[in-house]
Nanobody, 120 residues
């Protein structure tokens, strides 16, 4: 099992940047398929970016060109670099791992979330 723990959220003005981190308990096959999700107040949770072993990535259309997902070589930490932030990026961001996280957005392990607020 892995236990994702997110950090790096905060408040930033539109156009600014934040980098979210997701630490996992250890390198297991569950860290080979990971993703970032977000949920804004009153909205459904949505997949933002996904990472698969071998360096495969995919992004929601709303964040393409602005967000970058990456994983450290030890596969213990997942990152989400967020640039050119917009007020509509305001949400609780969750890290998830394992299962069919990359292929279907169906992940087995979830963190508690880190809040991102973007002001105009």
């Amino acid at each position: 099992q892995v236990h994702p723990v997110e950090s790096g959220g905060g408040s930033v003005q539109a156009g600014g940047s934040l980098r979210l981190s997701c630490a996992t308990s250890r390198d297991t096959s569950d860290t080979y398929s990971m993703g970032w999700f977000r949920q804004a107040p009153g909205k459904e949770r949505e997949g933002v970016a996904f990472f698969s072993s071998g360096g495969f990535t995919k992004y929601a259309d709303s964040v393409k060109g602005r967000f970058t997902i990456s994983q450290d070589d030890a596969k213990n930490t997942l990152y989400l670099q967020m640039n050119s932030l917009k007020p509509e990026d305001t949400a609780m961001y969750y890290c998830a791992a394992g299962g069919l996280c990359y292929t279907r957005g169906s992940c087995n392990y979830w963190g508690q979330g880190t809040e991102v607020t973007v002001s105009s």
